[in-house]
């Protein structure tokens, strides 16, 4: 059994001289009647605890407890062996009665055999057959990743007692930035749980670790947080924008910046795990602090007071990221989409889970616990387009014809400098949004004649707005359409680790697009056959005048 300082943080929270000098309501017998109850326990999983006595003792008349004696699981104290039963030492009487109790738990061993054991059931854990006395209880359930924490040791006197169970445990959240102008987004300031963006828009996630106001945190000497974040395979991570820390300001009664964590060797470990990850698509990382305990105690002198364990504490990180031209393009509607059909991401919080387990040399916990995992989403868009001559019909595709797609202006009107570059990519058989920066990327998007896309120029990675498909060049003998608009508005919402995406009818327009091109006139060219016809028909209606004339004449001087 190893000789733990633990007990020291609980001693404090529940000082064994407060219990020595003030009634206790317990029931003073010969007989083994006492019990104790933990309440508050996760009914995720089953805890045992191991209980110890330490002191026994007697209520006076004036309901003071005296006679104080080692309890039956204490092996040695200030390095000297005790014996149950034996006076305990005036100095260590009076260092209870002044309140040292940190003095005590240091110097504190335990028993390694011989302890009584009890085991959680439906949120409690009862212990019955105590002899009046002090007893620490130790919470020794293995809850290597359960979203559970282990209780820091509880001291308590035996009696009819219950206690609540000292732990408490940090939750996690995804968001990603959507654009605040658009109306379906479900936040004011543009983080939610999904969003719409073109592929290689640059936009951002949010993760945010929150640590209760508990002071039960307090018996940790280090606390460690680790993000585990995973991408789909159609998001490339960029880079992290910042790490920070906030607390709970009572006199702001707001949540107030505590400190940068980014750029700081001692508090920021970031890895990529991720060994197939290429150009950092589909990434796997993680990024950990150590000991966030320890950041919080060095800015207490500014903020006034150490708010760790008494005021609620969020970690948030945010990163860059966008989507590549392997991101899943919705065209339709989708009812609960899984995370194999979505651009889907995802974070879990690795976290310090057990105040009196540590391993050699810096105390550093050994035991963490694991948050389920938050999911986000992020939507892209497609466009199916067709060109055909003359009418829509099987054989009447038309090649050769080139257009550009340009952004609408915020009236709703067609920016004519505002050409959208496109990529073509072979193996989605489509063009696909480019980077603004790309200077390889084109503007002109041509009806294609391959053997699967005769006709087509499908648009793949668009966010949700306004567009405008714009004919440049018809084939020679076709005439240019008009500017065709194109509505892109769609609903999402997430259900745990399900999504719906809907499109709303009356508001998307131009999603498929059947366009036909009208051929020009035929008009002649000078000299052609045309004017040829026209004079040997003018030639003819000459020469037939003349027989009339002639025809005439003749008639007359008969008649004469």
């Not at 007697?58 to 005790?82: C, I, P």
């Not at 969003?195 to 606390?223: R, S």
Request: charged fraction near 25%.
């Amino acid at each position: 059994m190893k000789n733990t300082k633990k007990l020291l943080a609980m001693l404090s929270a529940l000082t064994l001289s407060a219990c020595c000098l003030a009634p206790v309501a317990m029931n003073v017998s010969a007989e083994d009647t006492a019990s104790i109850t933990i309440e508050g326990i996760s009914t995720a999983q089953t805890h045992t605890f191991e209980v110890y006595q330490v002191f026994t003792g007697e209520l006076d008349a004036e309901k003071k407890f005296t006679n104080l004696k080692w309890g039956s699981d204490v092996t040695q104290y200030n390095n000297e062996n005790v014996k149950s039963g034996d006076l305990v030492d005036p100095d260590t009487v009076i260092a209870l009665e002044n309140g040292d109790a940190r003095a005590i738990a240091d110097n504190l061993i335990l028993a390694t055999t011989g302890f009584k054991t009890m085991e959680s059931s439906n949120g409690t854990a009862t212990l019955t057959g105590l002899a009046d006395g002090y007893y620490v209880i130790k919470d020794v359930t293995d809850l290597s990743e359960a979203d559970d924490a282990n209780s820091s040791w509880i001291v308590q006197v035996a009696g009819s007692s219950t206690v609540a169970i000292k732990n408490a445990k940090p939750t996690v959240d995804k968001q990603v930035l959507d654009e605040i102008a658009d109306a379906e987004i479900d936040s004011p300031d543009g983080w939610g749980e999904s969003a719409d963006h073109a592929i290689n828009e640059t936009f951002q996630f949010k993760l945010t670790a929150t640590i209760p106001a508990d002071e039960n945190l307090t018996a940790y000497d280090t606390y460690k947080l680790v993000f585990h974040d995973k991408m789909s395979n159609g998001v490339t991570f960029d880079s992290i924008a910042s790490v920070d820390w906030l607390y709970f300001d009572k006199a702001k009664s707001r949540l107030t910046w505590g400190g940068e964590l980014l750029n700081n060797d001692n508090y920021i470990d970031y890895t990529e795990t991720a060994t197939n990850a290429k150009n950092k698509a589909g990434l796997d990382w993680t990024l950990t602090i150590d000991n966030l305990k320890s950041i919080v105690t060095e800015k207490s002198e500014v903020i006034g007071s150490n708010v760790f364990g008494k005021e609620e504490i969020t970690v948030e990180v945010i990163y860059n990221a966008h989507l590549n031209e392997n991101a899943v393009v919705d065209k339709n509607g989708k009812q609960f989409g899984t995370t194999d059909d979505t651009n889907n991401n995802s974070v879990y919080l690795e976290y310090s889970n057990n105040p009196d387990n540590f391993g050699e040399g810096d105390k550093q916990p050994t035991e963490t616990g694991k948050t389920p995992k938050d999911y986000v989403w992020v939507f892209t868009y497609g466009v199916d387009n067709t060109k055909y001559a003359v009418e829509k019909a099987d054989g009447n595709e038309l090649a050769g014809a080139e257009f550009s797609l340009h952004n609408a202006k915020k009236n709703g009107e067609i920016d004519n400098d505002s050409k959208i570059k496109v990529n073509w990519n072979e193996d989605r058989n489509a063009y696909v949004v480019a980077k603004e920066d790309d200077d390889s990327a084109t503007t002109v998007l041509e009806s294609q004649n391959g053997e699967n896309n005769k006709g087509t120029f499908n648009i793949l990675g668009l966010d949700a707005g306004t567009y405008y498909l714009v004919e440049d060049n018809a084939p020679a003998g076709y005439n240019e359409i008009e500017p065709l608009k194109i509505v892109i508005s769609a609903g999402h919402m997430e259900e745990g680790e399900t999504v719906a995406l809907t499109f709303s009818s009356n508001k998307c327009e131009g999603m498929t697009n059947d366009i036909v091109d009208t051929r020009t006139s035929q008009l002649p060219s000078t000299g052609g056959i045309g004017t040829t016809l026209f004079y040997l028909g003018g030639g003819c209606m000459v020469a037939v005048s003349g027989i009339l004339l002639i025809s005439k004449k003749r008639m007359g001087k008969r008649e004469n």
